[in-house]
């Protein structure tokens, strides 16, 4: 599994929730589109923990001028994060 693939990014990150922020057995399902904080996924708390698994797993730093809620809302916003940071990596 290539970790740069477009839906493999919103997966490991949605597998990293499942296993991390919510309850064995839980009935709730992440889906990509999901306003995490909204949905009880996330807390401000669980963001920390998350950006330092997207920090360790994505070889990006998240200075804290990105630490914005567009930024985190979302697996698909989290996803396009990556993806810009390390576009802007390569440049």
């Known amino acids: 599994m290539d970790i ?4 493999t990014i919103e997966e490991t990150l949605a597998a990293y929730l499942r296993e991390e922020c919510l309850p064995r057995n ?8 999901q306003n995490l904080f909204e949905a009880g996924i996330v807390d ?3 963001l920390i923990s998350f950006i330092g698994f997207v920090e360790t797993t994505f070889g990006l730093t998240v200075p804290d001028e990105d630490l914005l809620p567009e930024n985190f809302v979302s697996l698909t ?7 810009t940071r390390r576009a802007a990596c390569l440049t």
Do not use: E, K, P, Q
């Not at 740069?4 to 839906?7: E, F, L, V």
């Not at 916003?77 to 993806?83: L, M, P, Q, S």
């Open 77 to 83: 916003a989290i996803a396009d994060y990556i993806r």
């Open 44 to 46: 401000s708390a669980g």
């Open 4 to 7: 740069n693939d477009d839906t």
């Open 26 to 33: 839980s009935l709730v399902t992440v889906t990509y589109g």
